[in-house]
Nanobody
Framework: VQLQASGGGLAQAGGSLRLSCAASGSIFSINRMGWYRQAPGKQRELVAVSTSSGSTNYADSVKGRFTISSANAKNTVYLQMNSLKPEDIAVYYC???????????????WGQGTLVTVSS
């Protein structure tokens, strides 16, 4: 299973960026997909997650500014980031819990990370 993330880059404070992450490979089902981020010198933290049942969860720091959505048929998840702040600067990682076969176990997979930079 591979997760291909894209969409990072440079935005001005108050601006927007949209991240995309597409999962490919041997996939029976995806139970959840989401985004984590790691700022310099800090631990990786959850940003937002979307489950196959349709529920979503956000870090308090991004609530009201970021929106996670998914295209289940495409095994793709998006993160719309609005009202960006300098404190959003980080490498953003896509994550997915994938079941590769009907009777298989669920495993976590990570994308390669995409850098988001916000200029003040």
């Amino acid at each position: 299973v591979q997760l291909q993330a894209s969409g990072g880059g440079l935005a001005q404070a108050g601006g927007s960026l949209r991240l995309s992450c597409a999962a490919s490979g041997s996939i029976f089902s995806i139970n959840r997909m989401g985004w984590y981020r790691q700022a310099p010198g800090k631990q990786r933290e959850l940003v937002a997650v979307s489950t196959s049942s349709g529920s979503t969860n956000y870090a308090d720091s991004v609530k009201g500014r970021f929106t996670i959505s998914s295209a289940n048929a495409k095994n793709t998840v998006y993160l719309q980031m609005n009202s960006l702040k300098p404190e959003d600067i980080a490498v953003y990682y896509c994550n997915a819990e994938v079941q590769r076969s009907r009777w298989g176990n669920k495993s976590d997979y990570w994308g390669q990370g995409t850098l988001v930079t916000v200029s003040s």
